[in-house]
């Protein structure tokens, strides 16, 4: 257990450090370790929410969230996120879609982070139809899905830097309590409480290591640094899980 709560702070410290919550490799990390896959996502999003919560404050305190286009985005995806986390999946499916979501996150964070800035785009308007897929698919793995999103939106100029990495924060953090309402009412009590004897330790741990990440992205680590960090972690995590299979 010690191993797993130290990956677990070590992945909220580069994750929180990028403006995401680390959803997808908690998940990959718990499945590693042999956690039953059905409350994986339980433990997962509960982590994601502790440490998104805070950017998520900070940046509307900063002026820096778009509140209009952030609430568009994230009204369509979290109903979509609920049926996902209620859609009941065997676990091969699970596992097959949580590491190639792994490999496809450890490429979007190669992405530069001026992509975004700039007039928005033509493809920039398509986003709130991209946006209920992308909260779907969120649900049924287990995460908040900002991951996928803000490349979208950097690739489409859907705005600047700091408010798109604001608009991923709000949607990991309401796409992660939605889906795991729907996680809870598709597992029951009981699993939510098997869920719990296993999380706490790794929900202390995130909350811990997300303030820590927030401030070595503000006072001492160059950005590119923590995301080539986060993208070799995630890629390997990701690798691993799927050639466990």
């Given at each position: 257990m010690i191993w797993l709560i130290a990956a677990f702070f070590l992945t909220a410290l580069l994750y929180a450090s990028v403006g995401f919550g680390g959803g997808s490799t908690y998940n990959a990390l718990l499945a590693l370790s042999g956690v039953d896959y059905r409350i994986l996502p339980l433990i997962a999003l509960s982590c994601n929410i502790v440490v998104v919560a805070g950017s998520t404050v900070r940046f509307a305190r900063a002026g820096v969230l778009p509140w209009r286009g952030a609430l568009l985005l994230t009204a369509l995806a979290?109903?979509?996120?609920?049926?996902?986390?209620?859609?009941?999946?065997?676990?091969?499916?699970?596992?097959?879609?949580l590491g190639a979501s792994l490999v496809v996150t450890a490429l979007t964070m190669l992405l530069p982070l001026g992509v975004g800035e700039g007039k928005p785009g033509r493809a920039a308007k398509f986003m709130p139809v991209v946006a209920v897929p992308l909260g779907y698919l969120a649900g049924v793995v287990g995460i908040g899905g900002g991951i996928f999103l803000a490349p979208f939106l950097h690739l489409t100029r859907w705005n600047e830097a700091r408010a798109i990495a604001?608009?991923?924060?709000?949607?990991?953090?309401?796409?992660?309590?939605?889906?795991?309402?729907?996680?809870?009412?598709?597992?029951?009590?009981?699993?939510?409480?098997?869920?719990?004897?296993v999380g706490l330790p790794l929900i202390v741990a995130v909350a811990v290591a997300g303030q820590i990440g927030s401030l070595l992205a503000l006072k001492v680590l160059p950005q590119r640094w923590i995301r080539w960090g986060t993208a070799a972690l995630t890629a390997w995590v990701g690798a691993r899980l799927l050639f466990a299979m």
């Open positions: 979290a109903p979509a996120a609920f049926l996902g986390g209620f859609t009941p999946v065997g676990e091969m499916t699970f596992l097959t879609l604001a608009t991923a924060s709000l949607f990991i953090l309401v796409n992660s309590l939605f889906g795991l309402a729907g996680q809870i009412m598709k597992g029951g009590e009981g699993r939510f409480l098997a869920a719990f004897d």
